[in-house]
């Protein structure tokens, strides 16, 4: 049986959602959980949700929990606030401890797991930035026999501070899929040979452009509709018309 799609009522008072049920009316089999990245808001990633249109599924797009310095606007998932002494740009990985527990034990756990009735393998989180580093980080701390149904980042490498698995522990299970730009990318060999040594199942995508800015077309978004259609469970599959862009 599926699992009891939720309300905001159902959250925490820390946690801000925007809920996006499954197209159709049908039955919200899988949960999506969307984390935008450095200094954004929930509020565009709700609508990027909503063009998904993914088959029995529903999408949640959580707000970080901090506030930007400075009156920046936005938000950001960090424990600290740091700039780049050389740029002056605010660092992307300043811990993450405070955003992986309300992410793990406040939404997925407290709410989606014990109050809704979902398993952990009809969960399944894509980041963009820090939102992707948040995101690979709820999966490299769960605990052992434990799976998510996958992760998805958006340039967003495994945080600095995360604990990898010693040689005598099995490598996390939850299969992950990093997207990045050809060049000027936050995932360089370092950070792609330590996602490599935390989880059994890694796929990179490599776009054929700088950056690692949200997909813009068809070709992008494939490898991850194709992703979705192996890891959601759904009777009726990826629709063609859900990769659509714009």
């Known amino acids: 049986m599926p699992g009891t799609l939720p309300k905001e009522s159902d959250f925490p008072a820390n946690v801000t959602v925007a809920i996006i049920p499954a197209p159709k009316s049908q039955k919200p089999v899988n949960i999506l959980i969307l984390l935008h990245g ?7 990633f709700a609508t990027f949700g909503t063009k998904l249109q993914l088959p029995e599924t529903a999408c949640i797009s959580l707000r ?14 960090g424990d600290n606030i740091m700039f780049d002494q050389n740029t002056e740009e605010m660092e992307i990985d300043t811990g993450f401890k405070k955003s992986t527990k309300l992410v793990l034990e406040d939404v997925v756990r407290k709410t989606l797991v014990k109050k809704c009735g979902y398993g952990l393998r009809e969960i399944v989180l894509l980041g963009f930035g820090q939102g992707g580093m948040v995101a690979v980080n709820v999966a490299a701390e769960l605990g052992l026999g434990e799976e998510l149904g996958g992760v998805v980042s958006i340039g967003g490498p495994l945080p600095g501070n995360s604990t990898l698995p010693d040689r005598a522990s099995k490598k996390k299970q939850t299969p992950i899929v990093i997207c990045k730009g050809n060049r000027m990318s936050a995932i360089n060999e370092i950070n792609a040979q330590r996602l490599k040594d935390t989880f059994q199942f890694l796929e990179v ?25 192996r890891r959601l469970r759904s009777m009726k ?10």
């Open 38 to 44: 450095l200094g954004d808001t929930h509020t565009p």
């Open 64 to 77: 970080a929990p901090a506030d930007m310095p400075f009156d920046l606007g936005g938000f950001h998932w």
């Open 205 to 229: 995508v490599q776009w054929k452009r700088p950056g690692d800015g949200m997909p813009a077309t068809k070709e992008e978004m494939m490898p991850i509709m194709q992703f979705f259609a």
């Open 237 to 246: 599959g990826v629709p063609e018309g859900s990769i659509a862009i714009g």
